[in-house]
C-alpha cells in the first residue's frame, strides 16, 4: 500500500451540463458508447458534490468510454462556430477530468473506511494497482492527444510568418492552447497524487505519452496570449512541458517557435531584452532545457562532435546536420543565444 496526497479540484456545473449536451447529441448522432460518462455527470448533477466510487466504471472502462467520447466531441465541434468549440475543448477537459474524479472519489472511500475503523487522521493508502501513475497519466492522455495531434496538422498546414501556422484561425488555435496550458499545469498534481518521484513520474510521461511536443507547440503560442497575472504560474507550467517532452521533438518545435517569432532574421539584443519574461525562458538554448542534448546531435539524434561555432549551444554530428538545422530554424535563435553566457569551449565549435 502506498502513501498518496490528494490534489485539489474545482467544478463547474454549467460546463458539465454542456458536456452532457454534446456527449447526448454523440450518443444519439454517432452511437458511440459515452453512456457511462452521461452517468458519472448526472450522479454529480443529483448528488451536489463528488460521487460514491461505485458511480464510476472501472479505470479501464472508463479509459475506453473516453476516447470515443474526446474525439467525438472533437469531431462535433470542428463543424460548429468557434463560440461552440471553446465550449467543446472545455467538455474535452471535463472528460479527461473524469479519471482525476474517481481518484478523488476512491480517496474519499478511503478516508471513510479509515475514519469507520478509527484511523481518521491517517495517511490514503492506495493499492498499488489504484494508482495513477505516470504511465497511467499518459494513457488517460491518448484521447486528447490524438486529438491534439489532428489539430497540430491542421494548424501547420501553411506555415507562415508571424505564428508557428496559418492553417487555422487564430481563435481556434487560443481554445486548444488553452486547453493544453490547462492540461500541463495540472500534471504537478498528478505526481503528488501518485505516490512515485518527480524525475521517474515524468520520465514515464515522456516516454509513454504520444503528443507532448504538440501540446507543447501550442503553449508556446499561448504565451502571447494567455492573460493570467501569475507570472510563477506561467513559469511552472512551462518547465513541466519541457519536462514532458522528449528532447529531439522538443527542440525542434521550439526552433519553429524561435523562427516564428523573428521571421527567421536575426535577432538585435534590444529586440531580445524587450520579450516578456516567460517568452525569453521559452526560448532558452536546448541544451539548458534538455540536457540530453549536451551530447548528441539536435537535429538527427546522433553522437555529437562538435557545437555550433556562432553560439556554441547547440551540438551536432557534423556539418550536414549544421546546415540543415540552420535553414529550417537555428538562425535566429543561434543570434538569442550569443546574448548568454558562453557554454562551450571555442575550440569544440564547428567554424
Same mark, same amino acid.
Not at 539536435?298 to 555529437?304: H, K, R
Given at each position: 500500500m502506498v502513501p498518496v496526497r490528494l490534489a485539489p479540484f474545482s467544478w463547474d456545473q454549467a460546463n458539465a451540463d454542456i458536456c452532457k449536451d454534446f456527449l *447526448? %447529441?454523440?450518443l444519439r448522432d454517432k452511437g458511440d458508447n459515452v453512456g457511462s460518462i452521461i452517468n458519472i455527470l448526472n450522479a454529480i448533477d443529483n448528488s451536489g458534490r463528488l460521487p460514491a466510487i461505485d458511480v464510476f466504471p472501472s479505470r479501464s472502462d472508463l479509459l475506453d468510454a473516453s476516447w470515443p467520447g474526446i474525439f467525438g466531441l472533437s469531431l462535433f465541434a470542428s463543424k460548429q462556430n468557434i463560440a461552440m468549440f471553446a465550449q467543446a475543448m472545455e467538455s474535452i477537459w471535463l472528460v479527461y477530468f473524469l479519471h482525476s474524479l474517481r481518484f478523488q472519489a476512491l480517496g474519499r472511500h478511503l478516508w471513510f473506511h479509515n475514519l469507520m475503523s478509527r484511523e481518521a487522521g491517517a495517511e490514503l493508502h492506495y493499492a #498499488? /494497482? $489504484?494508482? *495513477?501513475l505516470g504511465r497511467d497519466i499518459a494513457a488517460e492522455l491518448g484521447p486528447v492527444d490524438l486529438v491534439i495531434h489532428r489539430f497540430y496538422s491542421k494548424w501547420m498546414q501553411e506555415r507562415g510568418y508571424p505564428g508557428m501556422g496559418h492553417g487555422m484561425d487564430y481563435d481556434w488555435v487560443v481554445n486548444i492552447s488553452s486547453l493544453c496550458l490547462r492540461i500541463t499545469s495540472t500534471l504537478q498534481y498528478r505526481q503528488m497524487e501518485s505516490g512515485q518521484e518527480r524525475e521517474e513520474f515524468f520520465l514515464e510521461l515522456r516516454e509513454h505519452g504520444r503528443a507532448a511536443d504538440k501540446r507543447l507547440a501550442f503553449m508556446l503560442a499561448a504565451i502571447h496570449w494567455e492573460t493570467s497575472s501569475d507570472l510563477q504560474d506561467k513559469v511552472d507550467t512551462l518547465n513541466v512541458a519541457f519536462n514532458v517532452t522528449p528532447p529531439l521533438a522538443g527542440a525542434f518545435v521550439q526552433g519553429l517557435y524561435i523562427d516564428s517569432l523573428f521571421g527567421h532574421n536575426l535577432v538585435r539584443l534590444g529586440r531580445f531584452e524587450a520579450l516578456p519574461l516567460p517568452v525569453r525562458l521559452a526560448i532558452r538554448p536546448p541544451t539548458d532545457i534538455w540536457p540530453e542534448l549536451q551530447k548528441m546531435c539536435?537535429?538527427?539524434? %546522433? /553522437? +555529437?562532435t562538435k557545437s555550433c561555432g556562432e553560439c556554441r549551444r547547440i551540438r551536432y554530428c557534423g556539418r550536414v546536420c549544421q546546415i540543415r538545422h540552420w535553414r529550417e530554424s537555428h538562425k535566429p535563435a543561434c543570434s538569442t543565444y550569443k546574448f548568454l #553566457? $558562453? +557554454?562551450l569551449p571555442a575550440s569544440e565549435s564547428i567554424a
Open positions: *447526448r %447529441a454523440i #498499488p /494497482e $489504484d494508482l *495513477r539536435v537535429w538527427c539524434g %546522433a /553522437e +555529437s #553566457p $558562453d +557554454s
